[in-house]
């Protein structure tokens, strides 16, 4: 799910506005082109940003360097906004007539548009595709459905532990190297300065509080092949519940003001002086720079159990998608790599501060601006992706893992009781997925 909070709202709440909109959207019929057409014009649908005009350069010289290869193609972008992108693309899967070539689509909602047929298998393409070779394979996963491709990465996000280096200075604290010592900082901080949050957490903040579960050798569900089944009521994983629930008290961030909370709100928090500590990511360094703690703060990987070892983190971000019912679906996943090759992303770094999907380039762009640094080893130690099936979708809309946290942190469920019922929410929402 696209991330940038200069672009939308936390992943969570965009899926929760999309999949409300594509619950009432008629069943998809096939809707598979019969035809390859090697001329004409080509619609791409991308998701508008809130400052646009950057990446429509960097948008306008892909399209510029595809069309002088493909003389007789024209192309036509249309820039969608992110908030009604799935009655739109719901829609379009249902019209070939009216719909793209080619989709900006969202990472976590690659499973959903697979199972409405609305995106082309380009497997074939993309392993033939020498650039695919250096695309980070969580990027790649995020675009695989049951073993096939169904597009290509366009850029990526990930969090990161955001902290006070004059609060820390001044209280004699080092940034800590393992999960307890996260835990007993945060509180120290609130000990000594109580108008502060230690660290800013929320209850509503699934992708910030996943690396717990995670960290712990905990799973959010377990892939048998055939079909996922939840594992958030694992001992590992109740494990990783109990740490992150334990940040949500008048020690640290009260239940009444935090279990509320998502991944806006906890940036914001730390932006504007109010929190010691916050998990955040790459997207929210702009947020922070303009905040009350500009010059004050730096950034570490969140750290995992063991000393020196960093907490897998979830991989966000955008894909890049043919639909099945183009005309032109040669020229079309022509144009996608065009859209995702290296030098555009290259270029999207520097123009929207996107990180690219490309370890390599990843590399690059670490050494260029020193912000990224951490962000870019947490990509390079371990990172995670949401179960690659359309139930997801419905777990996310329905608030299932905010629900059982906010439970267990104002004391109506124990961890065990609260963790027990969102798997079998979770296990209802896979079965009824298919």
Known sequence: MKLSTRITAPAAALVLAGLTATACAPQTSDNSAKKDEKSGTLRVWLFQEVNNDPKKKVVDEAIAAFTGKNAKTKVEVEYIPVETRAQRIKAAFNDPESAPDVIEYGNTDTAGYVKDGGLADVTKEFMAWDEAKAVDPTATESVTVGGKVYGAPFFVGVRALYYRTDVFEELGLKPPTTQAELISTAKKIRKEKPDLYGIAVGGAYTYGAMPFIWANGGEIAED?????????????????????????????????????????????????????????????????????????????????????????????????????????????????KQLSAKDTQRKLFDAMGFLPTYTDVRGEVAQKEPFVEPFVKTLGAETKFVPASPGWGQIDASLVLPTMFQEIVSGKKDVAAASGDAAKKMDAAFSAAG
Not at 273 to 281: H, L, V
């Open 224 to 336: 048998s092949g055939t079909s996922f089944k939840a594992a958030i009521n694992s001992p590992e994983a109740q494990q990783g519940i109990k740490a992150y629930t334990s940040l949500f008290g008048d020690d640290n961030c009260p239940a009444a003001k935090c279990a509320s909370m998502g991944g806006n709100a906890t940036v914001t928090a730390f932006a504007s002086g109010k929190a010691g500590m916050a998990i955040g990511g790459d997207f929210s360094h702009q947020a922070v720079e303009a905040g009350s703690v500009k010059g004050k703060y730096a950034v570490v990987p969140l750290p995992g159990i063991k000393n020196g070892e960093i907490a897998p983190a979830f991989a966000g971000g955008n894909n890049i998608g043919v639909l099945k019912s183009s005309s032109h679906r040669t020229l079309a996943v022509d144009l996608m």
